[in-house]
């Protein structure tokens, strides 16, 4: 089977949000992860960083409004395109400051909406700043099985790891990739539809420290962690921003190979976390 790891790898390029107070939200990114804002005429705004971006859009609420994925040409972008129709997805052209012409999304069952496109030569790479490279988005859902379904066998992620409650059987968490990275989205079953979190992959550990640094001169508290994730075994924290949307700063992602069958772990506070307590959604 074609998957976007072995035919079309996806990484997350962008996030966009929407706010019920955009200025705020566009200052924090702008003063807490160095990121540059430009500013559109319909109140939106398009805030780059050190290979991270996010577009924020006024809203009635706070909120992930879509999460964007980079394809690595234009070659690619038609064959996922072709491959999503012939499975009956429901494909709409759109237009992105980020993307190149052709970008398309398209609505998992529950309405979420995800965007693939080629990046346009934005060169976030060589933008200053401290390191941190968007690279995961966690959603919470109702029906967990349904979204795995889509999202494996419409979209074509890859399941690196599932946790699975050992009295009852039943599917928890569910780690996916679109590349070699173990995860670029995951799903938490939870008793509401929202958005979990979004992570920035550091370089190392001491970078970790510095991101920890500069939240606490600001006086925000890391609500979940420090601490390493049973799958992925990332080094990891959580903050929230100033939407309260939660915000995760990672070292030591996993690396997988194409072939690597799903792991699974027990539902526990060590998997979620080996160093000690750990946020159970619920
Ligand atoms: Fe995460």
Known sequence: M????TSTPARLLYLHMGSKEPQRQIDFYQHMLDMHCESYADGSAVLKGPNRAVLISPADKHGLLAAAFALDNQSHQAQLRQRLEQKGCRVEDIASPLLETGSFSIR????RETIFGVAQDLQLGELPGMPGRLQHVVFQTTELEAMVEFYVNTLGFTISDNVVDQETGKLMVCFLRSDDEHHTLAFFRGSKNEWDHHCYETNEWNDIRDWGDRFAKERINIFFGPG??????NLFFMVVDADKNRLEFSAELEMTTAEQA?????????TLNSWGRAWMRS
């Open 228 to 233: 390493r994730h049973g799958p992925g075994n």
């Open 2 to 5: 074609n998957t976007l790891q």
């Open 108 to 111: 998992d069952p529950q309405g």
């Open 262 to 270: 799903p792991g699974e772990w027990p539902q526990s506070e060590h």
